[in-house]
């Protein structure tokens, strides 16, 4: 089990406070929850971009007319970046076996990566939850009493489903009781995840998020009783849609959103390419992962399944 002040020492930059830093963001509810969360705590943060579907950066015009200089100084929210200068706090897979060296990933916090977890090892341990769970438990939030509040968390990564019997829901219990200690999940873990209920109510509140117009985006699984889907919430027009999705989740959370924080009016955008191989495939052709990242100049990758790998290169 680790503690909120051996982690902070090591990763001083999550520590809440007045610094300014900028934010670049992931594209779905778990990012924006997770973004909403830090802008609230630290009231110097602004939104300098978001990531869309892994492989298109929309930049504030500023902030991309001086990025080299500004890399040191961002936070990239619900995302994995293999770039040395750049902080970024994601919980994919990342390491295929321990003898990885991951040297661009020296500066950022990767949750499966505090706890040594590998995807040749640990593929079914890797952690459930979403980015927006842990930075709770990092800021010491309890769960809000506030019913679509609680709704939404959950939501995020599609974590009730993770934590449900047909899924992986010793997975869960273990990340919450002895790895984090997060006991502000514990009684919907308990008494209401796993329950017909629960999903119904989820079911009602899924219904308001499409009748406010926000996306169901991509997922395939689902949930124990009545086949829910996750509804990630994946905007179609960036940074619009987004800008509505955190409103939301400020409003629902209460946590306060400022609008100097968010002002993408002037964007530029980078086009990356984002490809998908077989994990044997790199390893026959490269030998093994640090040779890859280095050789194909990856910016993010991850292991989505235990036999493929998914990166972008800009």
Not at 104 to 119: A, D, G, P, V, W
Not at 132 to 137: A, E, Q
Not at 206 to 213: A, D, E, T, Y
Not at 277 to 288: F, H, N, R, V
Request: charged content about 25%; overall charge neutral; aromatic content about 12%.
């Amino acid at each position: 089990m680790i503690s909120r002040q051996s982690l902070l020492e090591k990763h001083p930059w999550l520590e809440a406070g007045k610094e300014k830093r900028f934010i670049i963001m992931g594209d779905d509810l778990d990012a924006a929850l997770s973004t909403c969360l830090l802008l609230d705590r630290n009231p110097g943060y602004v939104l300098a971009g978001i990531y869309n579907a892994y492989q298109e950066l929309v930049l504030r015009k500023d902030y991309y007319d001086k990025l080299t200089t500004n890399l040191h100084n961002t936070i990239w929210v619900d995302l994995d970046i293999c770039h040395h200068a750049c902080h970024s706090l994601g919980h994919h897979m990342i390491r295929y076996s321990s003898k990885d060296l991951l040297s661009s990933f020296h500066n950022s916090c990767n949750l499966n990566e505090i706890f040594s977890k590998t995807l040749q090892n640990h593929f079914p341990q890797k952690y459930p939850l979403g980015t927006i769970h842990f930075l709770m438990w990092l800021y010491d939030c309890k769960m809000p009493a506030d019913e679509q509040a609680r709704l939404l968390i959950w939501l995020a990564d599609s974590s009730f489903i993770n934590a449900q019997s047909h899924r992986f829901r010793n997975n869960v219990k273990d990340w919450i009781n002895n790895h984090f200690q997060m006991d502000f999940l514990a009684d919907d873990f308990e008494n209401q995840l796993d329950t017909v209920g629960f999903e119904e109510k989820m079911r009602e509140f899924q219904k308001v998020l499409q009748n406010k117009g926000f996306e169901r985006g991509s997922g395939q699984v689902k949930s124990k009783h009545l086949g829910l889907s996750g509804y990630q919430c994946q905007p179609k027009r960036i940074p619009e849609d987004m800008f509505s999705l955190l409103r939301f989740v400020s409003d629902t959370l209460q946590w306060s959103l400022m609008d100097h924080q968010i002002n993408l009016k002037e964007v530029k955008k980078i086009r990356g390419k984002r490809v998908s191989i077989p994990t044997s495939q790199m390893l026959k052709e490269y030998g093994d992962l640090d040779n890859f990242l280095q050789q194909q100049k990856v910016f993010s990758y991850v292991f989505p399944y235990k036999n493929t790998l998914n990166y972008t290169c800009f």
